[in-house]
């Protein structure tokens, strides 16, 4: 369609619809062609990538076991004030939904749930389990009766757990891996410190990503200009080099790296021949270890993209800035560097986002104390199976990307690159 | 003081590699004020000389100097040259104003002042209204002038220019030519300007280097290559020209006797310093041929036969064979057109003396 348009004349097309709709309605037209050309792809992601991604994530808010187990109780907690014991009735809808739940053998998965939040509540529940029912002595209530039985049944802060658990999602995972409970006022408060652990390691996980971070754009950045200015033919074949290490499996890397850092490793066993130290340097099995394999692996995804945008600035920019005055330093920091920015930006963005989700290396190569979130995600899976924890450190590190990479896009406006 | 020399090359040579010299043994003096072109076919030198002024490439032997200084250690961002490049290289991240004012703010000019000069710059090239447009927002020809404009804001005396219009249709091209050498006249400014589209480099120059193989062939106004080439490169490479290869059998004087291989005999003026006996390619232009009874007057009268016929409008060109020689050329105005001329008929051409030069021997 072709419309013709004069400045003079009022912004409409020839059929009197005002333009701007007109262009709207092209640009829209665009959009939907775009659409339909990703729409395979996107039913792809969305059945194998989406769909888990929710459903794990609803796991971190997830809190079946109590409700379901002791319905009657959660239920008849529902008014209780939390200050007092509560009423007698909530003692009978207890004995009823433990007499139910020993039947169907669900008590431990309630018990599980609610140890979590208070210790000891395991065992303090199998063990009313097993008494059920009681049998109250003449003139004693069944509140009586459990009391008797174990007197943590009269402690409030034990019903409190219970009837936090009252609805069938909860914070507490999410809570927990911030570091944060729900106080006796029921107000988010940090859990005292002796037991914080997790505020420490997203610390040290946003830490760590941050310098491998640096040192990859440190080293990658003058590679990638060093190629870049290279021809190309030089630079293809020096480009096979930095991709080499991608045709290998990380974990062959990490364990080549093992053998070449630790203290009998050849780093060291070559350093001492030099006699350029003494003794055999710490390199393998801490930080250091971790930074160099992890700087290693993931120096491609600097480099890459650095490169790619450097190779289309013409050597003329940096010429133009020199023959207008400048001196080349200034120049290359004023005309060459922001020109890199976008494609260096998406490179270490990339870098920082691989790290905080990195799992093998510092499982491998690093202490304890190098272990970053995603070893507590596989912690929580395969050794305690506590799905909500797991869910809960994974949702976070997702937020933490999606944050990330929001930041991104605004800073190099990378949602100029929309559809159509 | 138009004769003054701003740059001057002395013995300047250049090679890349160490085993060819891409510019040999480059003598050249670039007036004050004149718009110098330097032309010639690629690969001949032509931006290797002008990055050498500029600074970015060194001589590998010689001297260049520049309003008296030796410029050969003086580095390109202190050399206070213009250059505008074929590919703009207005910086992208910067705004039509901002980019005029990169020079300005390295000066250390005052703020308003950089804001006149800025103004003074746009109107010149006239896009005072797009100052505040990113080059991205901007056609091809506005980002050339925004370019030629800040090749000139800092007011430089020297201003270098590397194929600007190479990336324009060719209409706008025409039309930023004109615009270059009035903005040229107005300002008095020394350009030194590469292409190889001699269209271009005669309408703009005031002077045409015709470079071949690092070595400048001639330089001239566009008048003198066009009616004068000193060789048969230049007659060649400047206009249409027709070539008729001979022996030299002859001299007298500025003229000289040439005899054609089916053993005419042609008078033509004697350019190279060519004896008796040797090869010599002639250069005659085509406008410079008459036809039959125009031909009387002329000393040189041959028979040609007419190959084809070719209708322009606002002449006609006739494709003849001359003394066994193909591809020889004649304008003919449409008026003087003879409507009973067919291919295939035998014509008598003819040219003065004066119109044909005896040039050193092509390559055959
Ligand atoms: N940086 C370089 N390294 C090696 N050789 C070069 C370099 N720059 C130019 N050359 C060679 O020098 C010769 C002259 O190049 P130059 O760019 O001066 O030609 P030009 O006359 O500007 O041609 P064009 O009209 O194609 O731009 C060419 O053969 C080219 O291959
Ligand atoms: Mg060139």
């Given at each position: 369609m072709s419309e013709s348009f004069s400045m003079n004349t009022p912004l409409t097309a020839a059929d009197g619809v005002p333009l701007k709709t007109r262009l709207q309605q092209q640009r829209r037209m665009r959009q939907l062609k775009a659409l339909l050309l990703v729409l395979p792809l996107a039913l792809f992601l969305l059945l194998t990538f989406l769909v888990p991604i929710a459903t794990l994530l609803t796991r971190s808010v997830d809190n079946p076991e109590v409700v379901s187990v002791l319905r009657e109780t959660t239920q008849a907690l529902k008014?209780?004030?939390?200050?007092?014991l509560p009423a007698v009735a909530v003692y009978d809808a207890l004995s009823r939904d433990l007499q139910r739940a020993q039947a169907e053998k669900t008590v431990p998965d309630a018990a599980k749930r609610l140890n979590m939040e208070q210790s000891g509540f395991r065992s303090l529940l199998q063990k009313t389990a097993r008494k059920i029912p009681l049998a109250p002595e003449a003139g004693q209530s069944t509140r009586d009766a459990f009391i008797a039985l174990d007197e943590r049944w009269g402690d409030v802060s034990h019903w409190q757990v219970i009837a936090r658990n009252g609805s069938s999602w909860t914070p507490y995972y999410l809570m927990s891996s911030l570091d944060l409970r729900q106080g006796a006022d029921g107000k988010p408060e940090l859990v005292p410190e002796d037991e914080r652990a997790f505020l420490s390691i997203f610390g040290r996980t946003l830490w760590m990503s941050f310098w491998v971070t640096v040192w990859c754009l440190a080293l990658g950045y003058p590679l990638a200009y060093w190629l870049a200015t290279l021809p190309t033919r030089k630079s293809n074949l020096l480009m096979i080099l930095v991709l080499l290490p991608f045709w290998t499996s990380v974990l062959v890397r990490v364990a080549s790296w093992i053998v070449l850092l630790q203290s009998e490793g050849l780093v060291n066993g070559a350093l001492l021949w030099l006699g350029i130290v003494d003794a055999p340097l710490e390199l393998a099995f801490n930080r250091t270890g971790v930074y160099i394999a992890m700087v290693h692996i993931l120096l491609p995804f600097v480099i890459l993209p650095a490169y790619s945008v450097m190779k289309s600035i013409p050597p003329s920019y940096m010429r133009a800035a020199i023959s207008l005055g400048d001196h080349p330093f200034a120049a290359f920091w004023k005309i060459y560097f922001p020109q890199t920015i976008a494609g260096v930006a998406a490179g270490a963005l990339l870098v920082f986002i691989m790290c905080i989700g990195y799992y093998i290396t510092p499982a491998l190569l690093g202490s304890p104390q190098e272990q970053m979130v995603s070893y507590y995600v596989a912690f929580y899976t395969n050794v305690t199976i506590n799905w909500g924890m797991a869910a809960a450190l994974g949702s976070l590190l997702l937020l933490a990307t999606l944050l990330l990479y929001g930041l991104y896009s605004r800073l190099v406006g990378a949602n100029r690159l929309s559809l159509g | 003081m138009a004769d003054e020399v701003l740059v001057s090359f002395r013995g300047v040579q250049k090679s890349y590699d160490g085993e060819s010299l891409i510019v040999k043994n480059l003598d050249l003096d670039i007036r004050r004020g004149e718009f110098l072109t330097l032309l010639g076919p690629s690969g001949s030198g032509k931006t290797t000389c002008l990055m050498m002024l500029a600074g970015f490439e060194t001589p590998s032997h010689g001297e260049i100097h520049f309003d008296g200084k030796?410029?050969?250690?003086?580095p390109p961002h202190k050399r206070n040259i213009g250059m505008v490049f074929q590919n703009y290289?207005?910086?992208?991240?910067?705004t039509v104003a901002e980019n005029l004012a990169y020079p300005l703010t390295l000066r250390k000019m005052g703020k308003s002042e950089i804001a006149d000069r800025v103004k003074n710059g746009l109107a010149m090239v006239r896009l005072e209204s797009l100052g505040h447009r990113y080059p991205g927002q901007l056609s091809g020809g506005q980002q050339q002038r925004v370019a030629l404009a800040r090749a000139l804001v800092f007011e430089p005396k020297l201003v270098l220019m590397d194929e600007p219009l190479g990336a324009l249709d060719k209409q706008l091209r025409e039309h930023m030519q004109l615009e270059i050498k009035h903005l040229h006249e107005r300002l008095g400014v020394t350009v030194v300007y590469v292409t190889h589209d001699q269209g271009e480099a005669l309408t703009m120059s005031d002077r045409v280097a015709v470079f071949k193989d690092g070595i400048i062939q001639q330089i001239d106004t566009a008048s003198t290559l066009y009616e004068s080439p000193a060789n048969s490169f230049v007659a060649n490479f400047i206009g249409e020209n027709n070539t008729l290869r001979g022996e030299v059998v002859d001299l007298a004087g500025e003229l000289c006797d040439v005899r054609l291989h089916d053993g005419a005999l042609v008078k033509a003026r004697r350019v190279a310093m060519l004896g008796s006996g040797e090869v010599t390619s002639m250069s005659v232009r085509p406008e410079r041929v008459r036809l039959n009874a125009a031909a009387a007057g002329c000393e040189n009268r041959l028979q040609a036969r007419l190959m084809e016929f070719i209708y322009l409008g606002d002449h006609v060109r006739l494709r003849m064979e001359v003394a066994g020689q193909g591809g020889f050329i004649v304008k003919v105005p449409v008026g003087e057109v003879d409507a009973a001329w067919q291919v295939g008929d035998m014509m008598d051409v003819g040219w003065m003396a004066r119109d044909v030069r005896a040039l050193d021997a092509l390559a055959a």
């Open positions: 008014p209780w004030d939390g200050k007092s | 030796l410029l050969n250690h003086i290289a207005l910086f992208p991240h910067m």
